[in-house]
């Protein structure tokens, strides 16, 4: 039972010194060890703040910019509507313009054939009658014919 009693002496005498030893520098070490925790703590509460604040103000700007993109797609669709729109109604007008102008050249065109047909119909008649004439036209009937329309032309009239 002493050597108990002198080991707990001698545990006693141990930690009262290691106590005594080391208090100073246990505390200020245990203090400064809780300041730069502390501090830390603050400067890590400071940052997820601030990265609150940035996420929170990227979230807007990332909002913003949808919005934004979102407004110039629909923007660009409306403009490509109109472009299209425009794009047709111009294609339309011409197409009514080509087939007036078509219209008038085939006019213009059954005009001229006409023109031609009746003048080739005209000289053919004029050959024919040239060619009858010339078969059956005595000179005395030639003679009268000549005769006839000198004085038609000296008149002036036909007839």
């Not at 030893?21 to 400067?43: C, D, H, M, W, Y």
């Amino acid at each position: 039972m002493t050597v108990i009693i002198a080991s707990i002496v001698n545990f006693a005498v141990v930690v009262f010194v290691v106590w005594w030893f080391l208090r100073k520098p246990a505390g200020q070490f245990l203090l400064n060890r809780s300041q730069v925790v502390g501090t830390t703590i603050q400067e890590a509460e400071k940052q997820a703040n601030e990265a609150s604040k940035l996420l929170s103000h990227w979230e807007t700007n990332w909002n913003a910019c949808e919005a934004h993109a979102k407004q110039l797609l629909d923007e660009a669709r409306g403009g490509l509507e109109k472009f299209r729109d425009n794009a047709l109604a111009m294609a339309r007008t011409e197409a009514d313009r080509i087939k007036k102008e078509n219209h008038l050249v085939v006019k213009s065109e059954a005009a001229r054939v006409k023109s031609l047909l009746r003048k080739e119909i005209t000289d053919k008649c004029i050959e024919t009658a040239g060619q009858f004439l010339g078969a059956h036209l005595t000179d005395k009937d030639q003679q009268h014919l000549v005769t006839e329309y000198m004085e038609i032309v000296g008149n002036g009239s036909s007839g």
